[in-house]
């Protein structure tokens, strides 16, 4: 993982050259400029050694065509066992779907 500069002297963590953005419990990974981005929700943690961990996530790739209804966007859904995991299948859909 890398952190990408902006302009105001802030950046964005990267995985695989694509920028994350963190919202309380939804991570979204990918330039919302393109065609596709991935929305990862955690929706259960644990604790180990005193910090949470997120356990259960939820990866979706989704359309950024606002011309389809919510439902229609989300075009591969997963329940995974751990963030790495999530971000693992969700670059892989990510790139597929872009090199189209």
């Known amino acids: 993982m890398t952190i990408i500069k902006t302009k105001k002297g802030g950046g ?3 995985y695989k050259g694509k ?3 963190r919202c309380g419990n939804t991570i979204y990974y990918g ?7 991935v ?7 644990r604790e180990v050694h005193g910090l949470k961990i997120a356990d259960r996530v939820i990866v979706q790739l ?4 606002e011309s389809l209804r919510l439902k229609d966007r989300i075009i591969n859904k ?3 066992r751990g963030l790495y995991n999530a971000l ?8 597929r779907k872009l090199e189209k």
Do not use: K
């Open 88 to 95: 693992d299948i969700g670059s892989v859909w990510l790139e």
């Open 31 to 37: 330039n919302m400029n393109e065609d596709y981005v």
């Open 62 to 65: 989704v359309s950024n065509d």
């Open 39 to 45: 929305i990862i929700n955690i929706t259960g943690t």
């Open 19 to 21: 920028p994350l953005v």
């Open 12 to 14: 964005f963590l990267t």
């Open 78 to 80: 997963a329940e995974q």
